[in-house]
């Protein structure tokens, strides 16, 4: 799938927040590496908050298996990847079944560009991660850098990604040719 040949169409805004997602999201600290294509960083002991049977309380287990992940283990097997850190089986069959390409048995291809890119701009585009999408954040009336946030994560980290999108915005206003309108 390419963008550009998509029915999906976008202007400069939602370019440069999804360009600053993927440099927060996708950023490797071991190794300094941005837009990286590697998994979310952690030990397995971490990503039992994500477990149906290592996590630590029965909230999280219970959340664990309301999003798919319901074998021990699954916490790290369905671990961020990509350019908006995909996390839980569910929403790995979701891009599986979108995509034609086996994400729940291959995981690790939902970090390769060629699959994560996609990912990204579908699932900003129809609201998939969170319900919040795009168009809620992005108009003729408003540009809510802060706000868009909650399309991947809530408010984790939303200033600090704000401010990659409006450096971002500045550097696409003078090198690209998106449209600055809706």
């Known amino acids: 799938m390419h963008y550009e040949s998509s029915a999906l169409k976008t202007?400069?805004?939602?370019?440069?927040?999804?360009?600053?997602?993927?440099?927060?999201?996708?950023?490797?600290?071991?190794?300094?590496?941005?837009?990286s294509d590697r998994p979310e960083v952690g030990d397995l002991s971490y990503f039992n908050r994500y477990d149906p049977v290592r996590a630590s309380t029965e909230k999280r287990r219970l959340t664990a298996k309301e999003n798919g992940n319901t074998q021990e283990g699954d916490g790290y097997r369905y671990r961020g990847r990509g350019c908006v850190h995909l996390t839980w089986k569910n929403n790995y069959q979701k891009?599986?079944?979108l995509l034609s390409h086996d994400f729940v048995v291959d995981p690790d291809a939902a970090a390769r560009f060629e699959h994560s890119v996609p990912i990204m701009i579908v699932g900003m585009t129809k609201g998939m991660f969170t319900g919040k999408k795009l168009?809620?954040?992005f108009s003729s009336s408003k540009v809510d850098y802060v706000s868009a946030r909650r399309i991947i994560n809530a408010l984790d980290e939303a200033e600090l990604i704000a401010s990659y999108a409006e450096r971002f915005e500045i550097i696409l206003k003078k090198?690209?040719?998106?449209?600055?309108g809706y």
């Open 11 to 35: 202007n400069i805004y939602e370019v440069s927040y999804m360009l600053a997602t993927v440099r927060h999201e996708a950023y490797y600290f071991p190794r300094g590496e941005y837009f």
């Open 175 to 180: 090198t690209s040719g998106l449209s600055l």
């Open 135 to 137: 168009t809620d954040y």
């Open 95 to 97: 891009f599986s079944d």
